[in-house]
């Protein structure tokens, strides 16, 4: 299971949960118009705090930062390569933890687990 959600279907699904009947009943004694506006306010307050001000478990940006970090160059023999000099090479290994790692760096967090 991945941590990687949408923010846009979240947001979705909570207004769509204050229009359901049960929201509904939760308003108590009071007009459906006074009902409206609690629902609306606690959904917008749900979403500021909840969903828009929640970290990302995915960061592009540090995805390809990170493998900046990892290239290297190789001086090819092989299959017609006459020594010629490749740049900017990644492992795949390197490639796929740092995408499952979402652009954090934790080569020190997976170390430590060893000792």
Same mark, same amino acid.
């Given at each position: 299971?991945?941590? #990687?959600?949408? =923010?846009? $279907?979240?947001?979705?699904?909570?207004?769509? #949960?204050l229009?359901?009947?049960?929201?509904?009943?939760?308003? +108590? /004694?009071?007009?459906?118009?006074?009902?409206? #506006?609690? =629902?609306?306010?606690?959904? /917008?307050?749900?979403?500021?705090?909840?969903?828009?001000?929640?970290k990302?478990?995915?960061?592009?940006?540090?995805?390809?930062? =990170?493998?900046?970090?990892?290239?290297?160059? $190789?001086?090819?023999?092989?299959? +017609?390569?006459? +020594?010629?000099t490749v740049?900017? &090479?990644?492992? &795949?290994g390197?490639?796929?933890?740092?995408?499952? +790692?979402?652009? =954090?760096? /934790?080569s020190?967090?997976?170390?430590n687990?060893? #000792?």
């Amino acid at each position: 299971m991945s941590d #990687l959600i949408s =923010r846009k $279907a979240v947001i979705q699904d909570i207004k769509d #949960l204050l229009k359901s009947p049960y929201a509904h009943s939760q308003c +108590g /004694e009071v007009s459906e118009s006074a009902g409206y #506006l609690i =629902r609306k306010e606690m959904a /917008e307050t749900i979403i500021d705090i909840c969903v828009k001000s929640a970290k990302t478990a995915y960061d592009v940006n540090k995805v390809m930062d =990170r493998m900046e970090t990892v290239t290297f160059t $190789a001086d090819l023999y092989d299959h +017609g390569w006459d +020594g010629q000099t490749v740049n900017n &090479l990644l492992c &795949l290994g390197d490639v796929a933890d740092i995408v499952r +790692g979402g652009g =954090r760096d /934790e080569s020190n967090q997976n170390h430590n687990k060893d #000792l």
